[in-house]
């Protein structure tokens, strides 16, 4: 299964859409971005593609009302987060819907991200947290690789090498294991086992159907895959919304990070003292900003 056969269960209804650490490849349907770290690109491969306002806020701790947002939308950003726990509360406080998605262990053991603080794998609507203490066993290999059967192979397997749940926020469940990465995995992947005849079973039209879907998709040179992918994203995001005025998509819909009452403009002191700070022309929500000297 494609990730984009994922995204299309996704519901069209959805009124307001935060999504959470967007990077280069952002939902097409969401309203506001955020990012703790939007100037830094340390653990994303690319810029954040602004395709929507981008403030500046921590994850656990969001600067939006009690079930304010329609979806919470959080991509390959859990693994990183410090404490999941605390970002789980808050996405139950702000959010009526979500959809999240993280490397499945065995992603992890492939490409070996070494700034990834947890290895996360699921049961029902229970995502169990290890503590990623695995070793960087192939190195950058399968980062550098641009073997065609192997992209291909993962991108549509996509199932296979993430979890991901899309749903009601009330209903996920996150628990912090005891065990390390290393030790769950050592200890539950003790089975050996050989393929000799792997490739003899698999039938000769797959076979064939696969080398000629993969000598159509090389014919197009990579620089007008991207091109098309860009302009397919375009398209999908006129059709949807295109509001880029911040205080406009979430008007209503605001909170005081330290008083935790209503913010009704972000122009104007809060009744706590603290007015609203601009990073670098960026809104920012980070209560790392305002206590720093």
């Given amino acids: 299964m494609k990730r984009v056969d994922i995204l299309s269960k996704i519901r069209e209804n959805y009124e307001f859409v935060v999504e959470i650490g967007a990077g280069p490849a952002p939902y097409h349907r969401t309203n506001v971005i955020v990012d703790k770290y939007p100037f830094d690109n340390f653990e994303r491969c690319a810029n954040i593609q602004a395709v929507a306002p981008v403030i500046k806020a921590d994850a656990a701790c969001l600067p939006f009302r009690e079930k304010s947002i329609d979806l919470l939308f959080i991509s390959q950003v859990v693994e990183h987060l410090p404490d999941p726990i605390l970002f789980l509360k808050e996405a139950k406080r702000v959010a009526k819907d979500i959809y999240i998605e993280t490397p499945s262990p065995v992603r992890e053991v492939i490409f070996g991200w070494s700034f990834h603080r947890w290895v996360i794998r699921i049961e029902g609507n229970k995502w169990i947290f290890h503590k990623n203490d695995l070793a960087q066993l192939c190195s950058s290999h399968f980062h550098n690789e641009k073997d065609i059967f192997f992209i291909e192979y993962t991108a549509n397997n996509f199932d296979k090498f993430n ?5 009601p926020v009330s209903s996920l469940e996150f628990e912090m294991s005891p065990a ?4 769950y995995l050592t200890e539950t992947n003790q089975e050996k086992t050989d393929f000799p005849s792997s490739i003899i079973d698999v039938p000769y ?22 091109t098309i992918k860009k302009v397919g994203f375009a398209i999908k995001r006129s059709e949807y919304r295109n509001i880029t005025n911040f205080e406009d998509v979430s008007k209503g819909r605001l909170m005081c990070v330290f008083c935790k009452k209503p913010m009704n403009d972000i122009d ?8 609203t700070k601009r990073v670098n022309s960026i ?11």
């Fill in 163 to 167: 979890n991901y749940y899309y749903g």
């Fill in 180 to 183: 390390t990465a290393l030790g």
């Fill in 205 to 226: 039209v797959d076979k064939i159907r696969a080398l000629l879907y993969l000598l159509i998709k090389n014919i197009i040179p990579i620089g007008i895959k991207f």
């Fill in 268 to 275: 104007v002191m809060c009744a706590c003292g603290v007015a």
């Fill in 283 to 293: 809104l920012s929500f980070d209560a790392d900003d305002y206590t720093k000297s």
